[in-house]
């Protein structure tokens, strides 16, 4: 049999969609305690006229439909075709008690082209007609146990006053429309906190949910926001509580729609870095070593990035001349123009070169700095340092504040998707009583500049003398840890990072 000649459109984001007029596309939400309820269509098809035949409808009672006036504009003789008693309501008139009242027929296909018009529709449904308790002074983080900054932002709520909740974010992702309305029953934060889209899913149901419910939903992009915004298929994000932790993201943001972004770095955590931490039984010996901490490829790289090469003349320049400025993701912005950045998966190309270039640029750094005691994954066996000592990576919390602790200098190399996006060793290790010598990366301007120039450089070859100035405990090297730990304890753990966001979204 011939396939069906479905009608294509283009969805909120740009990208053709096909829209079958069959049945089997639609979802009926019966009313089981209202036998005589109105019936609401939430889209029709491609055919309307369709509609009453395959449903037996009766063509002597009003039928109320909802649709995408995008949709109606994109379908040849669509109004025509729409039969005589078929009313179009606006969304103002679909409110929860209506939709709690209604037999409602969602036209799937719809929905997933123009979640902006119908997700707040589809919220209505599934949140029901009873008015939700508000919990007071609660925050949701979705997290799993294997995340970093679950722990961090917990505690740090938790000591600003507020009941902090760890909500599953695979589950929430996959299903919001019925994980979320179920646990929305027992009531509503204040606040409910993203790492990354962690816990909203690519549609922004789950977002749109949890604002219909009345909760103030915040996401911090840790990593760079571009890469992160390729598995997003919906406009949602753009009128998000948007939080960065490169500062440098904030115009290209906003120039992509953004209408909210503000600059949250990292921090560190009083509570798990003070005084945590042993050091593991492959950590010992460090009291007079340079220590380097880090994995050599974040995970999934490969299938992130899958299928892109970088380009050979970029990475000629880079290779000759390393350390001639930060070959950063803006860098290679301007390098390959690669437009638009969202939606769709271009801009990978662009975070393909940069991300060669971080682990280059580490490379370098590693290759220069002499003997060198490496924490960190086989990624790293490969270097042309014969002095470097690969150990194995170390847990986070369990070993790692020992670690900074121990050794006598930590260095710290920063990757390039982050063009002025700081580590946690910006941090962590002064919280943990270690000492750090740090690339010259811009985001380190939120530090005084008398703490900073001591201990940043510019070029590889000037890590090993760095080193040796502060390898021995000295009066000046004593001095200097104590600014620094007294700078982050001040002003850069997470509780001042929850006071930022509090006061950022008025709660």
């Known amino acids: 049999m011939p396939r069906p000649n479905h009608v294509s459109i283009i969805d909120e984001i740009g990208m053709k969609k096909t829209m079958p007029a069959t049945p089997e596309q639609f979802e009926w939400r019966v009313n089981k305690t209202l036998d005589d309820a109105p019936v609401v269509f939430l889209g029709l098809g491609p055919e309307p006229d369709k509609v009453p035949e395959w449903f037996d409808l009766p063509n002597d009672e009003i039928i109320f439909f909802l649709e995408s006036q995008a949709f109606i504009d994109q379908v040849k003789d669509w109004e025509p075709r729409l039969p005589e008693n078929f009313q179009r309501i606006t969304p103002e008139e679909f409110t929860r008690d209506s939709a709690a009242n209604a037999h409602v027929v969602r036209y799937l296909p719809v929905q997933r082209a123009f979640p902006t018009d119908f997700g707040p529709l589809t919220a209505r449904i599934t949140l029901g007609d009873k008015e939700l308790p508000r919990l007071n002074k609660t925050v949701w983080i979705p997290t799993s146990d294997t995340d970093l900054l679950g722990r961090e932002l917990a505690q740090a709520f938790r000591d600003a006053g507020y009941s902090v909740t760890m909500i599953d974010h695979v589950q929430l992702g996959k299903h919001p429309g019925n994980t979320l309305p179920e646990i929305l029953q027992e009531g509503v934060p204040d606040l409910f906190l993203s790492v990354n889209f962690k816990g909203l899913d690519h549609f922004g149901l789950g977002y749109t949910i949890l604002k219909e419910a009345g909760a103030e939903v ?20 753009k009128n998000a509580r948007l939080f960065v932790t490169d500062h440098t993201f904030i115009g290209p943001l906003i120039n992509t729609g953004a209408k909210w972004v503000t600059h949250l770095p990292l921090g560190t955590s009083r509570e798990l870095f003070e005084t945590g931490g042993e050091l593991p039984q492959h950590g010992h010996g460090l009291e007079d070593r340079l220590v380097f ?20 003349d970029q990475m000629t320049t880079i290779k000759n001349h390393p350390h001639e400025k930060r070959y950063d993701f803006h860098w290679w912005t301007e390098q390959l123009k690669t437009l638009p950045p969202w939606p769709g998966n271009a801009i990978r190309q662009i975070g393909a070169g940069a991300e060669w270039a971080g682990k280059h640029w580490k490379k370098v750094c590693l290759e220069s700095a002499g003997p060198i005691v490496i924490f960190g994954d086989t990624g790293w066996q490969a270097l042309d340092n014969d002095r470097a000592e690969v150990r194995g990576p170390v847990d986070y919390y369990d070993h790692l504040p020992a670690i900074y602790r121990s050794a006598s200098v930590t260095l710290n190399a920063t990757g390039m998707q982050l063009p002025a996006g700081l580590t946690q060793r910006h941090f962590d290790v002064w919280c943990a009583g270690g000492f750090l010598i740090t690339d010259a990366n811009p985001g380190l301007q939120i530090f005084p500049d008398e703490l900073v120039d001591p201990i940043r450089y510019t070029k590889p070859d000037e890590i090993r003398d760095l080193f040796l100035q502060y390898r021995q405990e000295t009066e000046t090297k004593q001095e200097l840890r104590a600014a620094w730990r007294e700078c982050i304890l001040q002003d850069h753990t997470y509780a001042n990072r929850v006071e930022t966001i509090l006061t950022a979204l008025s709660l």
């Open 293 to 312: 901490v880090g994995r050599s490829a974040f995970p999934d790289k490969d299938k992130f990035f899958a299928g892109l090469t970088v380009p050979a």
């Open 218 to 237: 915040a996401i911090w992009l840790v990593d760079n926001p571009f890469n992160l915004l390729t598995s997003v298929k919906a406009l949602y994000w």
